[in-house]
């Protein structure tokens, strides 16, 4: 079962910033937090991951609280290609685990 | 140039038949994988493999049969196909270095049985 709580859907419009927040209150101290996205008919694509630091890469940026139980991915300007459902993952990044993927949440960019 | 790619991206079949579905990955990662997403788009994992030797299986019925001829490519082979097969299957690798760890994942291949 997935150990993180997010959001069904949200709407945000375009050129906006996106802030889709994710709860995991049971997360270990050797467990990463993932973010992959899945825009309709297509895999699942890798965002960011982050530990306890916040992280930004030429996607998003990740923003991890300080007892790191929660989590909030940043799309600081949506666009209408950024539509799609983001899963938020805690895992373990050694190993060879699979990724155990929640309901996620819908995101809707509106023009 | 496509990392992960899977073949076919569409499959419709007859009940009872058996059919494979494809994947190959150029980026040189060990371990591969095999996910369902099913009509209510829940993922889940089928099976893992790791330098061509299987490290996962999850509660998949034995109808359903990966083979890893060498570390690029991960078959799915599928007995005795059941309406409850349909469903979209998605293959991924992984890459784990000093940065971490991400799952590329192919475009998916959609079965329909019917």
């Known amino acids: 079962d997935a150990k993180t709580t997010q959001p069904p859907s949200m709407d945000c419009a375009e050129g906006r910033a996106a802030n889709l927040p994710c709860n995991h209150s049971?997360?270990?101290?050797?467990?990463?937090v993932y973010w992959y996205r899945q825009i309709h008919s297509q895999g699942p694509q890798y965002i960011i991951h982050?530990?306890?630091n916040n992280e930004t890469n030429e996607m998003a940026s990740l923003i991890i609280t300080e007892d790191r139980k929660s989590s909030t991915l940043i799309l600081p300007h949506a666009t209408l290609r950024d539509t799609a459902v983001y899963y938020c993952?805690?895992?373990?990044?050694?190993?060879?685990?699979?990724?155990?993927f929640g309901k996620g949440t819908r995101l809707s960019v509106i023009a | 140039d496509t990392a992960v790619s899977q073949t076919p991206k569409y499959l419709v079949t007859q009940m009872g038949n058996d059919k494979s579905i494809k994947c190959e990955q150029n980026?040189?990662?060990?371990?591969m994988y095999w996910y369902k997403q099913d009509s209510k788009k829940f993922l889940k994992i089928m099976f893992s493999?790791?330098?061509?030797?299987?490290?996962i299986n999850e509660t998949v019925p034995n109808r359903f049969s990966p083979k890893s001829p060498d570390k690029a490519h991960l078959n799915l082979h599928i007995n005795s196909l059941e309406l409850g097969d349909s469903a979209v299957y998605f293959c991924?690798?992984?890459?784990?270095?000093?940065?971490?760890?991400?799952?590329?994942f192919g475009p998916g291949t959609r079965l329909l049985v019917l």
């Open positions: 993952i805690v895992r373990v990044a050694s190993g060879n685990t699979p990724l155990v």
């Open positions: 991924a690798s992984r890459q784990y270095d000093t940065l971490g760890e991400t799952q590329y």
């Open positions: 049971t997360i270990s101290g050797n467990e990463y």
């Open positions: 980026l040189g990662h060990d371990t």
């Open positions: 982050g530990l306890k």
């Open positions: 493999y790791n330098n061509k030797e299987l490290i």
